[in-house]
């Protein structure tokens, strides 16, 4: 078993600008000190390695590529970036985002925090699942 985990998800529409950081939404599942949940970010304490598993389902206001991207203190963590085109406006689609990152030594720094920024297009995020695990 991992030492931390969360579990999040939301069922709500998000009616997102493109650059906007999505809402995880509410903590299904939680085990350990690591993880917490805090405004649209979710809080990392210790370092480690993480594991991100994600599904957004997303419906764009317009035909276009839409794109998610997993950053940590505001930086994208490198290839924890889903994109697809969607032919048409309203046209459902779903970005999986499965990646690890190492969090370094946090030892006077505090603490990090992990947010999902969608691009590309506006849309509407009708659903989403996230679950971080600490190794």
């Known amino acids: 078993m991992s030492k ?14 493109v650059n906007s950081i999505i809402s ?10 690591n993880l917490a949940l805090s405004g649209n970010a ?5 370092a480690g390695y993480y594991d991100i598993d ?14 998610i991207t997993a950053f940590l203190n505001n930086v994208a963590i ?3 970036t889903a994109t697809v085109t969607a032919t048409a406006a309203d046209d459902s ?27 590309g297009t506006a849309a509407n995020v ?4 996230i679950v971080v695990e600490k190794k």
Do not use: K, W
Not at 54 to 67: D, L, N, Q
Not at 93 to 119: D, H, K, M, Y
């Open 4 to 17: 931390s985990l969360i579990y999040t998800a939301n069922t709500s529409t998000q009616s997102l600008a």
């Open 24 to 33: 995880p939404g509410t903590v299904i599942r939680r085990f350990g000190p």
């Open 42 to 46: 979710i809080q990392i304490a210790g």
């Open 54 to 67: 994600t599904s957004f389902t997303v419906a764009p206001t317009a035909a276009g590529e839409v794109t």
């Open 78 to 80: 490198p290839g924890a």
């Open 93 to 119: 689609v779903v970005l999986p985002i499965v990646a690890v990152f190492r969090e370094p030594c946090q030892c006077c720094e505090g603490l990090s925090n992990l947010t999902f920024v969608l691009t």
């Open 126 to 129: 009708t659903n989403s699942a």
